[in-house]
């Protein structure tokens, strides 16, 4: 049996956004624990897409609400903090108007989107998603959309059964964390059909950067474990593009959810980690697969 390696991927584990947000709710925490009136804190929707951070969130006391109606239930008013993904247009205005403190901890490559879609249909163009009609960011993207001819496109089929009006311009931009390789095959059958397009990739570098080189990896190991939570739609398209390339591929979330022992008979196994899965998962399942060796 030749030399056992571990390859971990260095993009692997949190990224600008998801860090920013998490730090977020941990540090009004701190803050409200350390004032008297220890106002209770919120997330609209589970902070990131992690069940074990929320896991922890919830310990300390921080709630989810998942609607605008839940908010309205509870009698003590106090700290909402936006979720990493974003919220559809018109809710801050809401949750001000029950009387909560607003703290928005929505990814800045965002709101960056938000700002364009609100932008280009402004000016008359069409606009096109590529990304997950059910995903939150996705909806809140939707949302900043001032025209009615916005549409959401996520699968091959889709874009070729997508029609516009020819005498208006398309604007496509991707949910963030979009497989890269699929959205430039999705935008090139648009570009076909002779529409006047205009491409923003709206793909978080980091995003881009993370499915290479897990891309990389899964092509050079005998088995490839991607971490991260299973709501996680970054992590779920790094689970694709690594099953692509190796097809001994596991998806777990924590070290408990994997039998190593299917690594012993293994020399060489691949690891990364979606957006949202903190260092101390992915040190564990890191730390179980050396045990192996």
């Known amino acids: 049996?030749?030399?056992?390696?571990?390859?971990?991927?260095?993009?692997?584990?949190?990224?600008?956004?998801?860090?920013?947000?998490?730090?977020?709710?941990?540090?009004?925490?701190?803050?409200?624990?350390?004032?008297?009136?220890?106002l209770p804190i919120y997330t609209f929707g589970p902070?990131?897409?992690?069940?074990?951070?929320?896991?922890?969130?919830?310990?300390?006391?921080?709630?989810?609400?998942?609607?605008?109606?839940?908010?309205r239930s509870y009698p003590q008013r106090g700290i909402v903090i936006i979720r990493?993904?974003?919220?559809?247009k018109g809710i801050y205005d809401e949750i001000k108007a029950l009387g909560y403190q607003i703290v928005d901890a929505t990814c800045p490559f965002v709101l960056k989107i938000h700002r364009?879609?609100?932008?280009?249909?402004?000016?008359?163009?069409?606009?096109?998603?590529m990304g997950n009609k059910d995903h939150p960011e996705v909806r809140g993207i939707k949302s900043c959309s001032k025209t009615e001819a916005t549409t959401i496109l996520n699968s091959r089929e889709e874009v070729e059964n997508y029609s516009a009006d020819?005498?208006?311009?398309?604007?496509?931009?991707?949910?963030?964390?979009?497989?890269?390789?699929?959205?430039?095959?999705?935008?090139?059958?648009?570009?076909?059909?002779?529409?006047?397009?205009i491409v923003l990739n709206t793909i978080c570098n980091a995003t881009?950067?993370?499915?290479?080189?897990?891309?990389?990896?899964?092509?050079?190991v005998d088995a490839m474990i991607v971490v991260g939570g299973k709501n996680s739609s970054n992590t779920q398209k790094l689970f694709?593009?690594?099953?692509?390339?190796?097809?001994?591929?596991?998806?777990?979330?924590?070290?408990?959810?994997?039998?190593?022992?299917?690594?012993?008979?293994?020399?060489?196994?691949?690891i990364t980690a979606g957006a949202s899965t903190p260092n101390k998962i992915i040190e564990e399942v890191q730390k179980n697969v050396r045990n192996e060796f």
Do not use: P, W
Request: hydrophobic fraction near 40%.
């Open 84 to 88: 990493a993904h974003g919220v559809e």
């Open 166 to 197: 020819m005498q208006k311009k398309v604007c496509i931009v991707a949910q963030t964390t979009f497989n890269y390789n699929k959205f430039q095959e999705l935008v090139e059958i648009i570009e076909k059909k002779g529409y006047d397009i």
């Open 208 to 220: 881009e950067e993370r499915q290479m080189e897990a891309a990389r990896i899964a092509a050079r």
């Open 47 to 71: 902070i990131i897409h992690n069940e074990e951070v929320v896991k922890d969130l919830e310990e300390r006391g921080v709630v989810v609400v998942e609607s605008i109606e839940e908010l």
């Open 240 to 270: 694709e593009i690594c099953k692509n390339e190796c097809n001994n591929t596991y998806y777990i979330q924590t070290a408990k959810d994997m039998d190593f022992s299917v690594l012993k008979s293994i020399d060489n196994v691949g």
């Open 1 to 38: 049996m030749g030399e056992k390696n571990i390859l971990l991927a260095n993009s692997a584990g949190f990224c600008f956004g998801v860090k920013r947000a998490v730090d977020t709710v941990y540090g009004q925490l701190k803050q409200c624990h350390a004032d008297a009136s220890r």
């Open 116 to 129: 364009l879609v609100e932008r280009y249909s402004s000016e008359g163009y069409q606009i096109v998603i």
